[in-house]
Structures are given as structure tokens and as C-alpha cells.
């Protein structure tokens, strides 16, 4: 008697998710190392060096933007690897992983603004403290990931149909390649 085949589920790709995680913590330090209100590396301008003045907010807000965007982007070059077994799964706990990067991201930096920086009277207004002021600023992250991730694939592809080989509209991965001529 022959015993029932168990099909292997497919297994979640759960790096995906746990890398860019944790990534959002080193790059919260980062945004409020570099951030004006925060540590201020970036122009070192006493003027920009607390949250008093209003005109840092905006810069505060657009430093993580621009960090999570640097990462979105990172994270797509990782997430085209097309050594991948199930790209769609890949992709989608990848964007789950930007998701929760951006706000350990978001979290890291108000720590590191509590734990290391001075203290600050913010009853007038909460932004003077390190904060941030735009929360959909935390969407980039994924936002990032997956319209690079599509100009990737897009250029994968057009850099396959440009190079001078018929493309069939047939499997182009080698493990989908039938063996010999189809009849």
C-alpha cells in the first residue's frame, strides 16, 4: 500500500520580512543623527539645531524621507534576485518588511532624540520636540520598494527583448525550460 504524497508548502520567505525590520532601527539612529532638531550632521547650523525654530520641521520630516526611499530602493535591488523560488511571495513580505522598518524607523529616532538628546519643553507645541510631523512619510518605504522593484523587472525586460533573441512569450526561467523540442 502506498502512502499519500504530502505536498511541500510553499515556505514564506520570512528574511524578508525580518531584514527590513531591523534595518528600521539603525536607520531611526541615522535620521536623528543627520536630522535638523535632532543631533543635526547634516548642516550643523546651530539656527536649525532645535525644534524651537519652525523651519526645521519640514527638513526633520524630509531627512527619514529621504532615508526610507534610499532603502525602498536597496531593498527592490534584494527583492529582483531572480534566484527566487516564489518572487510574488518575496515581494510581498519584502513590502511588509518596509512597512515595519519605517516605523522602527520612525520609533528608533524618537528614542534616540529621548534617550540621547536634550531635554525639551514642548507644552507650546509637540514639534518642537524630535518628531515627525508627516506620518505618511512612513509610506515611502514600500512606496520605494515597489515602484523600483516594477523599473527593475520592466528594464529586465525590455533588456531581454532588446538584445537581438526572439522572445517567445514562453517560460524564461531555467527551471521552467522544457527539455527538448515540443511537438
Known sequence: MMKPTRRARPRLPWAMVAVPAAAGVPAGILWWLLAPGGLNLITRDDALGTGTNPLVWLPRDLTLAGLLVFAGCLLAVFLTDKKRRDP???????????????????????????????????????????????????????????????VLELMHLLGR???????????????????????
Open 161 to 183: 527583448k532588446g538584445n537581438g533573441r526572439k522572445d517567445d512569450g514562453g517560460p524564461h526561467r531555467s527551471h521552467d525550460i522544457a527539455v527538448g523540442p515540443v511537438k
Open 88 to 150: 510574488q511571495a518575496a515581494l510581498l513580505m519584502g513590502l511588509a518588511g518596509a512597512l515595519f522598518g519605517a516605523v522602527l524607523a520612525w520609533q528608533a529616532g524618537l528614542l534616540s532624540a529621548q534617550l540621547w538628546g536634550p531635554a525639551v519643553d514642548a507644552s507650546a507645541n509637540a514639534s518642537i520636540a524630535f518628531s515627525l510631523r508627516s506620518l505618511p512619510v512612513l509610506l515611502l518605504w514600500p512606496a520605494a520598494t515597489a515602484v523600483s522593484v516594477f
